[in-house]
């Protein structure tokens, strides 16, 4: 993270290291995700509250204040203090702040702004609170959190995609943004949303451009460019020219270059038979 208090950048399933595989049969946390802005609140060296966006280590000045006005906010302060008092511990509180009106993405809509909690962060352990740790602190604090919709331990990609379905299609009835789904074992976290749609995957073989082949006056420029670097190794350089050992490593480095710049493909004759047929006369662009 570019900084401890700012949250990471989650992803969905698919685009995991491993796709998903290193999710099966472990316990994974399916929770709401809620549609607000993601704000984190934390005491500096100096023990001074510190508010935070996802982006700017300075929550703008409009957020803060919509923050500061929910019921929610000095409870979260007291909750940081004391648990550094009395514990010890070193937290910064994750949390969703929900505002007045139509949420962002129109998935909610509330009359009174709110703050719901998602995270913390240990900065001691270097790691997230577990989720019961998550509850237990929201609950002594009385302060919302997000819901666990379904733990579930998949043991194959099938089931796996099959509760996140279940868990997404929960979200639709009670019009919540999407799923984070967290396993707290090997820190992997995820998030499926609604409004993203699910696109077919693309097949491996059809990835990889067919480019034409090179055109021949394109061949004949990187036998010219060929000439042009070895006239300044070699005085005599028509004599060596029928070296292929030397010649043709060399024109086939500049072949490559006019291929990846000009995104061709290999001319389909071979660059040793248009070596050997081509006048020097030609290479030099002197008249034939």
Known sequence: MEWKKKYPDLEPIRRLRNEGRELLGKFIYLTEKRDGSNISIWLDENDNIRISSRNMINADESLVNALE??????????????????????????????????????????????????????????????????????????????KVIELIVPVSLDELESKIQQALNWCKRHRREGVVGKCYQNRVFFKEKLDVPKLPKVKKKNQTPQYPPLPEEKVLRALQHTYDELAKQYENVDEIWNDKKIVMPVFAKYVSIECREHLYSMPRKSLYKFYIETPIEQVRKDEI
């Not at 009106?101 to 709110?114: I, L, V």
């Open 69 to 146: 006005s929910t019921k929610e906010y000095n409870k979260v302060i007291m909750l940081i203090k004391e648990q550094k008092e009395r514990f010890n511990e070193d937290f910064v509180v994750f949390g969703e702040l929900i505002n007045k009106g139509t949420s962002p993405a129109r998935f909610e809509r509330h009359k009174h702004p709110k703050y719901i909690l998602f995270d913390i962060w240990d900065n001691k352990a270097g790691r997230f609170v577990g989720y019961n740790k998550l509850y237990q602190l929201a609950y002594q604090y009385r302060l919302p959190v997000v």
